[in-house]
């Protein structure tokens, strides 16, 4: 047991090791290129087989599909760019994305994910998930002021987004340089505002008004839309494109797999709904009682801890290390700075989370006596 020094009042912090795994806030790996999309990098939509519309949606970029032909709803839907269907441009677009996908689905090593990115704060890096995927809510990507930096998420089989789930951009980061590797289809949720370049093996599904700033480029499945506001996610001028050319077999550096550090750490909670507990996440939700915190990740060195500014001690040794956190009610901030084996710079990853207010037991009363 561990007990913070000089902080009696505020909190109390107990020293755990277990292998637990569920993800609040995340740190990943040093920068990795953008994943080349060669002629794919003009279209907003491409298809495999169809792409079906209903309602007023609105695509800027190209439209297209290969090796299917089939493309309806066109008007009632608006298309700000040129259209392919079944022509070489598609087929070369088609052709592309194979190399894009398999690149994506080939980078590493990855940090494992949690079942539901609701609640997540990520930086750049290889994110992985080996079966479905859900969101939930809102994630946040943190370039940590980097307008090159990349994301890459590698999906097993399905990405499905709740309604009126989000994708938030933070400090410098561009829908051009998010990737989504989907194994199976994805499906987005009435209302989602979603952002990236979404590279799906089969079909994906937009559901009514669900929003996309990217791409949605479908190998062999069909796209099908309704009412929807499509953008094109091009990079700001002078930053690196997450469309650039090809890289034949893949990312620079030996296996095909980026070169460099690659140390990551996950900062995360149980349960997972402590992250989204204060105000910028637009909820007055607030943890009651204590909840656990733990760091986990790869080549990890060194964790130090601190609750509000205070250090309440480092471990070091074999991931993860766990703590048990109980605070008075207010807004605190729990955060950790990692230390790696292999060269990766040091990170402070954080998140802050509202303690609900601990009621007060009434003060008894002297018993009254009469004569």
Same mark, same amino acid.
């Given at each position: 047991?561990?007990?913070?020094?000089?902080?009696?009042? +505020?909190?109390?912090?107990? #020293?755990?090791?277990?292998?637990?795994?569920?993800?609040?806030?995340?740190?990943?790996?040093?920068?990795?290129?953008?994943?080349?999309?060669?002629?794919?990098?003009?279209?907003?939509?491409?298809?495999?087989?169809?792409?079906?519309?209903?309602?007023?949606?609105?695509?800027?970029?190209?439209?297209?599909?290969?090796?299917?032909?089939?493309?309806?709803?066109?008007?009632?839907?608006?298309?700000? =760019?040129?259209?392919?269907?079944?022509?070489?441009?598609?087929?070369?677009?088609?052709?592309?994305?194979?190399?894009?996908?398999?690149?994506?689905?080939?980078?590493?090593?990855?940090?494992?994910?949690?079942?539901? %990115?609701?609640?997540?704060?990520?930086?750049?890096?290889?994110?992985?998930?080996?079966?479905?995927?859900?969101?939930?809510?809102?994630?946040?990507?943190?370039?940590?002021?980097?307008?090159?930096?990349?994301?890459?998420?590698?999906?097993?089989?399905?990405?499905?987004?709740?309604?009126?789930?989000?994708?938030?951009?933070?400090?410098?980061?561009?829908?051009?340089?998010?990737?989504?590797?989907?194994?199976?289809?994805?499906?987005?949720?009435? =209302?989602?505002?979603?952002?990236?370049?979404?590279?799906?093996?089969?079909?994906?599904?937009?559901?009514?008004?669900?929003?996309?700033?990217?791409?949605?480029?479908?190998?062999?499945?069909?796209?099908?839309?309704?009412?929807?506001?499509?953008?094109?996610?091009?990079?700001?001028?002078?930053?690196?494109?997450?469309?650039?050319?090809?890289?034949?077999?893949?990312?620079?550096?030996?296996?095909?797999?980026?070169?460099?550090?690659?140390?990551?750490?996950?900062?995360?909670?149980?349960?997972?709904?402590?992250?989204?507990?204060?105000?910028?996440?637009?909820?007055? +939700?607030?943890?009651?009682?204590?909840?656990?915190?733990?760091?986990?990740?790869?080549?990890? +060195?060194?964790?130090? #801890?601190? %609750?509000?500014?205070?250090?309440?001690?480092?471990?070091? =040794?074999?991931?993860?290390?766990?703590?048990?956190?109980?605070?008075?009610?207010?807004?605190?901030?729990?955060?950790?700075?990692?230390? #790696?084996?292999?060269?990766?710079?040091?990170?402070?990853?954080?998140?802050?989370?509202?303690?609900?207010?601990?009621?007060? +037991?009434?003060?008894?009363?002297?018993?009254?006596?009469? =004569?």
């Amino acid at each position: 047991m561990f007990r913070a020094a000089g902080r009696p009042l +505020r909190s109390v912090v107990m #020293f755990l090791v277990v292998p637990l795994l569920l993800a609040v806030t995340a740190t990943a790996q040093a920068a990795q290129p953008a994943v080349g999309l060669g002629t794919a990098n003009s279209f907003a939509v491409l298809g495999g087989s169809t792409i079906t519309n209903t309602g007023p949606t609105v695509i800027n970029g190209d439209l297209g599909v290969s090796p299917g032909g089939a493309i309806t709803g066109f008007p009632p839907g608006i298309v700000n =760019g040129t259209v392919h269907a079944a022509d070489a441009v598609a087929a070369q677009a088609q052709s592309d994305l194979t190399v894009a996908y398999n690149d994506a689905a080939g980078r590493g090593p990855a940090v494992l994910l949690p079942g539901d %990115l609701g609640g997540l704060i990520l930086t750049p890096g290889v994110y992985n998930s080996p079966s479905s995927l859900l969101l939930t809510g809102d994630v946040t990507l943190d370039a940590q002021g980097d307008p090159n930096a990349v994301f890459i998420f590698q999906v097993g089989s399905t990405l499905t987004t709740a309604s009126n789930s989000r994708v938030l951009l933070a400090n410098g980061a561009q829908a051009c340089n998010v990737f989504w590797q989907i194994g199976g289809s994805a499906t987005f949720g009435t =209302g989602t505002a979603f952002i990236g370049n979404i590279l799906s093996l089969q079909s994906i599904t937009f559901n009514t008004r669900a929003s996309l700033q990217g791409r949605a480029l479908a190998r062999n499945g069909a796209v099908t839309l309704d009412t929807n506001p499509i953008k094109r996610g091009d990079c700001a001028p002078g930053t690196t494109p997450g469309g650039g050319g090809i890289v034949p077999g893949g990312p620079p550096g030996p296996g095909g797999k980026a070169p460099g550090p690659h140390g990551a750490a996950l900062l995360t909670t149980v349960p997972r709904t402590v992250a989204m507990t204060v105000a910028r996440f637009g909820t007055s +939700r607030c943890v009651t009682g204590r909840f656990r915190a733990l760091v986990s990740g790869l080549f990890i +060195r060194r964790v130090t #801890f601190m %609750l509000d500014g205070h250090s309440i001690g480092t471990l070091s =040794g074999k991931p993860p290390f766990e703590v048990l956190v109980r605070s008075l009610g207010g807004i605190h901030k729990l955060s950790a700075r990692v230390s #790696f084996t292999d060269g990766t710079r040091s990170r402070d990853i954080s998140f802050r989370f509202r303690a609900c207010a601990q009621k007060t +037991r009434p003060t008894p009363h002297p018993p009254r006596f009469t =004569g």
